[in-house]
């Protein structure tokens, strides 16, 4: 079973900086310092741990989109009032197994519910292949591909809420 679990910012900094700093997080998140900073300014209720059976097992976070930075990159076609989301699976073995869109649904589900947003994305570099596939299992489709000015090409996957 899967569950969006809060997060407490003080006490589980150092679980999410060690899995920031784990190879296949960093291969698609970036900095860790950078996405550390992120978690730290990242509001409680826009966060939280992705739990199996009990057990965090990776993080969700997300935001209302910022239009006038995406239109800066020329992603004119995300509504406003969007959420964006990332997220990753910290524990290396249990990629690949059906956690993340699981963790989407519910993060859907709690949006339809607290917010009026149009729809919730995903920016996944081009080459991050498994994303591509958990994104699609989890109901998303691909709205459109940018040139990030961190990441570089990236896949923007939409899941609709309205």
Known sequence: MVELVLVSPEQDRP???A???KPH????????SDRLAQFD??????HAFIATNGEAVGYIRWETVDLE????VGLDEV?????????????????????????????ADRLKQLTAAPLVGFC???????????????????????????FGPCHVFVRWLR
């Open 15 to 17: 679980r999410i900086e």
């Open 19 to 21: 899995w920031l700093a």
């Open 25 to 32: 997080v960093t291969r698609w998140w970036g900095d860790p």
């Open 41 to 46: 300014a990242t509001p409680r209720d826009n």
């Open 69 to 72: 930075a995406l239109q800066s």
């Open 79 to 107: 509504p406003e009032g969007s959420v964006d989301c990332d997220l990753f699976i910290g524990e290396e073995g249990l990629t690949g197994q059906g956690i993340g869109p699981c963790a989407i649904e519910l993060l």
């Open 124 to 150: 996944s570099s081009v080459e991050n292949e498994p994303a591509h596939v958990a994104l699609g299992r989890s109901g998303c489709t691909l709205l459109t591909t940018y040139d990030d000015p961190t």
